[in-house]
Nanobody, 128 residues
Framework: QVQLVESGGGLVQPGGSLRLSCATS????????IGWFRQAPGKEREGVSC????????YLADSVKGRFTVSRDNAKNAVYLQMNSLKPEDTAAYYC?????????????????????WGQGTQVTVSS
């Protein structure tokens, strides 16, 4: 029943921007945090961001602070990841993920095993 679908990835030059969307269904987004992760070939999954449910507090990995922002639109059942000043090292498949009920973004928000449901991913390639 739970479904998360990422979109918005593509090929972009260094310094460019992309906006990823996570469309959700099968649950009430208002009550859930959403995490963003990425994984490049041969590398471990990396936590990118998390946005809390009640107050919209956001968390960002040090590697993307100042360049990425995460937001949500509960009325549209969607979460967004705005990526600016993209670098080649941002190249990865990007995933949104849903943690268990009542689990907010916390001290371990960047750990992939804190999340139960995952989207299919959308590929972001930053290259000139």
């Amino acid at each position: 029943q739970v479904q998360l679908v990422e979109s918005g990835g593509g090929l972009v030059q260094p310094g460019g921007s992309l906006r990823l969307s996570c469309a959700t269904s099968g649950f009430t987004l208002d009550y859930h945090a959403i995490g963003w992760f990425r994984q490049a070939p041969g590398k471990e999954r990396e936590g990118v961001s998390c946005i809390s449910a009640s107050d919209g507090r956001t968390y960002l990995a040090d590697s993307v602070k100042g360049r990425f922002t995460v937001s949500r639109d509960n009325a549209k059942n969607a979460v967004y990841l705005q990526m600016n000043s993209l670098k080649p090292e941002d190249t990865a498949a990007y995933y949104c993920a849903l943690p268990p009920p009542l689990l907010p973004c916390g001290d371990s928000w960047y750990e992939s095993n804190e999340y139960d449901y995952w989207g299919q991913g959308t590929q972001v390639t930053v290259s000139s």
